[in-house]
């Protein structure tokens, strides 16, 4: 039986870079949670492969972090993060709720 997902997924159209050692990608992160992004990138990736995922929440607000790939189908990879810093896991939350909360309350 497939794992449910327990959290609210945010649709979003950031522009980013996915890195896997010298090779840099650009890629759209298209949803998020506080723990996993569905990118849409031409990079071929399997589930497993670890990627570095480069974005911005707005400016000034970089995101940065290491994510595993979960599941792929072209163009898009769903990815789960397993390497973030505080700071940067601090901002993504934050933007999160703020949409959730705009979402629940209505604009």
């Known amino acids: 039986m497939e794992q449910q997902r327990g959290l609210y997924r ?3 159209e950031f ?8 090779e840099v990608t650009a890629c759209d992160v298209v949803d998020l949670t506080e723990h996993g992004f569905r990118i849409r990138t031409s ?3 399997a589930a ?3 990627l570095t995922l480069e974005f911005n929440l707005r400016a000034g607000c ?5 994510v595993q790939i979960s ?3 072209p163009p898009y990879l769903g990815s789960r ?4 810093s505080p700071e940067h896991h601090k901002q ?3 933007f999160v709720e703020q949409l959730i909360s705009l979402n629940l309350r209505g604009f």
Request: include cysteine; glycine fraction near 10%; charge should be negative.
């Open 62 to 66: 970089p995101v940065q972090c290491v």
């Open 15 to 22: 522009p980013g870079y996915l890195s896997r050692g010298t």
């Open 43 to 45: 990079l071929p990736a």
């Open 92 to 94: 993504l939350s934050q």
């Open 48 to 50: 497993g492969d670890e």
């Open 71 to 73: 599941h792929s189908a």
């Open 10 to 12: 945010v649709a979003v």
């Open 81 to 84: 993060i397993v390497a973030i």
